[in-house]
């Protein structure tokens, strides 16, 4: 099978792997589409993602849909052909974090494509995926595969939605228009939020945003834009830059809620911990997610207006060009590989 695999920055190859059978208790999947999320982008361009670095060869990609091919012996899973979505996640489910119902959290979880413990957990970039039965979700038959494949991302938005606590009716400042920050305003909107307001430094995500339910959108770049906006009661920071996060800290109410969803740079960035404190702010992370797969799912099978989210599909050949497009935010949201096999 061929499989995008991730060397060192920079180095990104489309290579021959020889593929799994599948093991008593796990599935094997034919991939039909991946989406390119910003860590594959960060290990590709940085050899990094945070904390975490590539020390050997890793294929990429967390964020996969496609057809079981085959079930390993006396496991029960979705009959072979069945449409499917790909959890990433296996927590250990024996820590006391994992006992508590935050199995997002455990630090024993193995995440496809993710150099966060060595040897690294290959990823979901190949045209063959085994993985554990429990991980694999059968799709409703009205859930068109191009839509599941955003189950991943929008299970991180919930997550972050969750982590935020009761929206409905609040106002709300998301930073970072990139497909989580899209995203999370489509779940904002589908949970009553009464204002949903989204800035970024390029026009074409805020496109997408305002197409994705934000009601209003600002470009960060602009000292004027939204002054008269503030201050709000939740702020969602999705972008992953320091100024975003200055950005939410500085324009929610006092005793309002800032949650921390994008991976901010390595080693320390600044933080406004005097604002925090006089305004008894509450600074919540969100990581991951967990059940919220099985919500996503349902909710792109409901029609959640994510669609504009999508904008490029590259073969898995032309694997380096789908990430260079990836990584331009001017024109590109979620890109996504097209890995099935070609018939002759």
Known sequence: MQACVVHTAGDLRVEYRSPTRPGPGQVTVAVTLGGICGSDLHY??????????????????????????ALGADTEGPAIGTPVAVHPATPCDHCPHCAAGRRNICADTRYLGSAARTPHVQGGFAQLLTAPAAQIRPLPPELDLRRAVLAEPLSVALHAVHRAGEVTGK???????????????????????????????LDTPLRIAAASGATATLR????????????????????????????????????????????LPPGEVPLLGNIAVTRELELRGAFRFDSEFDEAIGLLAQGLP????????????????AFDIAHDRAVASKVLLDLTVPRD
């Open 220 to 263: 960060a770049d602009d000292p004027e834009a939204g002054a008269s906006t503030g201050p709000f009661d939740i702020a969602v920071e999705a972008s992953g830059a320091p100024a975003g996060l200055r950005n939410c800290v500085e324009r929610v109410r006092r005793g309002g809620t800032v949650v921390l969803l994008g991976l």
């Open 306 to 321: 994510v669609d504009a989210i999508v904008t490029h599909t590259f073969p898995l050949a032309e694997a380096r060009a």
């Open 171 to 201: 106002r709300v400042l998301v930073t970072g228009a990139g497909p989580i920050g899209c995203l999370v305003t489509a779940v904002l909107q589908h949970r009553g939020a009464a204002e949903i307001v989204v800035s970024d430094l």
């Open 44 to 69: 590709y361009r940085h050899g990094r993602v945070g904390d975490f670095t590539v020390r050997e060869p890793m294929v990429l990609g967390h964020e996969v849909v496609g057809h079981v091919t």
